[in-house]
């Protein structure tokens, strides 16, 4: 079964700064099924990007989701003070659907 | 956009059922896969399994031993049941729609906490 790690556990950023925000796999994976999700407080995850590349309906244009093979990245160019959440990334290949741990992104 | 809301019992004692419903708005079940994911307090997202009108659900092989998902065409909602229920089972439990085309959730309802508690 493959596993996903999400690191670091905790980004404490100030607002304007750039996010990057790290998820391995146990294996090589497609980037087909990698995904990401935002998730603030009391609320259900939000879809950012799909394919490990491709940003969701509405989406803004400083979220960007890159990487291949075992290694993704989301990467938020300019933190909005709405980006503070935790995000999540999400993997449905061959092993039952999985989610990363999740990555906090708090206020410095 | 789909709309989804979970509905059932916020308290459910141990060893009994827990049993929750979502109901989709419009015409929308046929469509799609529907899934439940569910995120103890604190803690991060577990995916339980997906259902559809047609063919067979399939389930997270942690909980396939407990766990019936189910579809009501006729009431646009689909169900879960999961049953011997301890404290480890305590969680908000979301409802999401599949996009097969993206790989992914596109649609949540907004959770409902269940508690395991006598």
């Known amino acids: 079964e493959i596993v996903l790690t999400q690191s670091p556990g905790t980004l404490s950023l100030s607002p304007g700064e750039r996010a990057t925000l790290s998820c391995r796999a146990s294996?090589?994976?497609?980037?087909?099924?990698l995904v990401w999700y935002q998730q603030k407080p009391g609320q259900a995850p939000r879809l950012l990007i799909y394919?490990?590349?491709n940003r969701a309906t509405g989406i803004p244009d400083r979220f960007s989701g890159s990487g291949s093979g075992a290694d993704f990245t989301l990467t938020i160019s300019r933190l909005e003070p709405e980006d503070f959440a935790v995000y999540y990334c999400?993997?449905?290949?061959?092993?039952?659907?999985?989610f990363g741990g999740g990555t906090k992104v708090e206020i410095k | 956009q789909v709309q989804l809301q979970e509905s059932g019992p916020g308290l459910v004692k141990p060893s009994e059922t827990l049993s929750l419903t979502c109901t989709v708005s419009?015409?929308?079940?046929?469509?799609?896969?529907w899934n439940w994911v569910r995120q103890p307090p604190g803690k991060g997202l577990e995916w339980i399994g997906y259902c559809h009108h047609s063919g067979n659900p399939y389930y997270n092989p942690s909980l396939s031993s407990r766990v019936t998902l189910s579809v009501d065409t006729s009431k646009n909602q689909f169900s879960l049941n999961l049953n011997s229920v301890t404290a480890a089972d305590t969680a908000v439990y979301f409802c999401?729609?599949?996009?097969?085309?993206?790989?992914?959730?596109?649609?949540w309802g907004q959770g409902t906490l269940v508690t395991v508690s006598s």
């Open positions: 999400q993997h449905y290949g061959s092993s039952p659907l999985i």
């Open positions: 294996q090589s994976v497609s980037s087909s099924f």
């Open positions: 394919g490990a590349s």
């Open positions: 419009g015409d929308a079940i046929r469509r799609y896969y």
């Open positions: 999401a729609k599949w996009n097969s085309d993206w790989n992914a959730f596109d649609n």
